[in-house]
């Protein structure tokens, strides 16, 4: 067994990862969710939160915004925070810009998972194509959605309607590679044979 364990800052990206990851991992990788207050009280406490993690066969990713930042800055951050803190492994991701550009990225999850008609066809528009270069994807989706979409309701929703495959959310899809690859990479490392 693996215990996924995210470090995650806001309520909304785990209510979307409890809906995505079922589909991604077999029964025997159990996720774990530690939700801060926000970006600041995420990287105020990351440190000691990985230090004093016990569990054994965990492995463990953090999940941020981006926001109105540079993504690159922030990431090598968050790297150096993990490898302070004893962790060089640790999958750092960044939501360019926010979680709902993932939303946006597969507007027939959306419409789906809202039970609204007619958001597919926006997919192919300009604007949609690309949806990690949207400055506020939240404000996006709440127009398109004209107020239905909520934040954590509508992760919830969402989250086991979202593609694997065929979201354009290049930041998504690096979320889901790089999340198979650390469990595979880590399931590996179980299997190999221990020195005599």
């Known amino acids: 067994m693996i215990t996924l364990v995210f470090f995650l800052e806001e309520p909304s990206?785990?209510?979307m990862l409890e809906g995505l990851l079922p589909r991604l991992f077999p029964a025997d990788v159990v996720p774990r969710f530690v939700v801060f207050e926000g970006k600041q009280d995420l990287e105020k406490q990351i440190e000691r939160r990985l230090r004093g993690w016990l569990l054994p066969n965990s492995v463990f990713v953090v999940l941020r915004d981006q926001d109105a930042g540079p993504c690159g800055p922030i990431k090598k951050r968050l790297v150096a925070m993990c490898q302070a803190a004893g962790h060089p492994e640790v999958l750092v991701r960044i939501a360019c810009r926010e979680l709902e550009s993932f939303y946006l990225g597969?507007?027939?999850a959306v419409e789906r998972a809202l039970e609204l008609d007619?958001?597919?066809?926006h997919s192919a528009t300009r604007k949609f194509r690309d949806p990690d270069r949207l400055s506020r994807p939240s404000d996006e989706l709440k127009q398109l959605t004209k107020g239905s979409y909520q934040k954590l309701s509508g992760?919830?929703?969402?989250?086991?309607e979202l593609s694997l495959?065929?979201?354009?959310?290049?930041s998504f899809k690096v979320l889901v590679?790089?999340?198979r690859r650390v469990v595979e990479r880590h399931q590996a490392q179980q299997l190999r044979p221990s020195a005599p």
């Open 106 to 108: 597969d507007l027939g």
């Open 13 to 15: 990206a785990k209510a």
């Open 155 to 160: 992760s919830r929703a969402i989250g086991p």
């Open 177 to 179: 590679t790089g999340l």
């Open 165 to 170: 495959s065929t979201n354009r959310s290049h």
């Open 118 to 121: 007619g958001l597919e066809k």
